[in-house]
């Protein structure tokens, strides 16, 4: 598979909506799953309960769908919309590093500090022009979040080996039924 890591932060984003794998057999935001490491690779959310596990994972699907709209198909404003429930119940503090500089830092804890802290790397990337190239595979039953380095940013699939020549297949398989 190509590197679809994303730079820098923006990577923290695409991390969190590969905590389930492509077959949702495997959900790291199970209280049973592997959310410890990924809290604290992440250094988010170390006092979430399982009403927080929940929020994340609702928060996930929606920040999925923005995704999936960043590589073409759905309704981008349907899916910007149903971030900002989320959104509504953040707090921040805007922080001085340096002259000249300013970041945002989530407030809060638990689920909601995550969430923050997610949105407001999100704001940056927009920012930044780099949040396009956040895309979400088309191939819906994968839907695996990616980095598309594609020249022109006109990447679909998190793999053309295996999610892109698959959906090729079912196409053409689909126009030879069809004829």
Request: net charge positive.
């Amino acid at each position: 598979m190509a590197n679809s890591t994303a730079p820098g932060r923006l990577e923290i984003v695409r991390s969190l909506v590969n905590t389930i794998e492509p077959d949702h057999e495997t959900d790291l935001l199970q209280a049973n799953g592997d959310l410890p490491r990924w809290c604290r690779e992440t250094g988010f959310c170390p006092d979430v309960d399982e009403t927080g596990l929940a929020t994340l994972r609702r928060f996930r699907e929606a920040l999925r769908d923005v995704l999936e709209s960043n590589s073409g198909p759905g309704d981008q404003t349907q899916h910007w919309q149903a971030l900002q429930p989320f959104s509504d119940r953040t707090c921040y503090t805007i922080r001085i590093p340096q002259p000249g500089e300013l970041t945002l830092e989530a407030q809060g804890s638990g689920a909601q500090a995550a969430i923050g802290a997610v949105l407001a790397i999100v704001y940056d990337a927009i920012r930044e022009g780099t949040w396009q190239r956040l895309k979400a595979c088309r191939k819906h039953s994968c839907r695996w979040a990616f980095y598309d380095r594609s020249k022109n940013g006109s990447g679909a699939w998190c793999s053309m080996r295996v999610c892109g020549n698959r959906a090729k297949a079912e196409r053409r398989r689909a126009r030879g039924k069809a004829q």
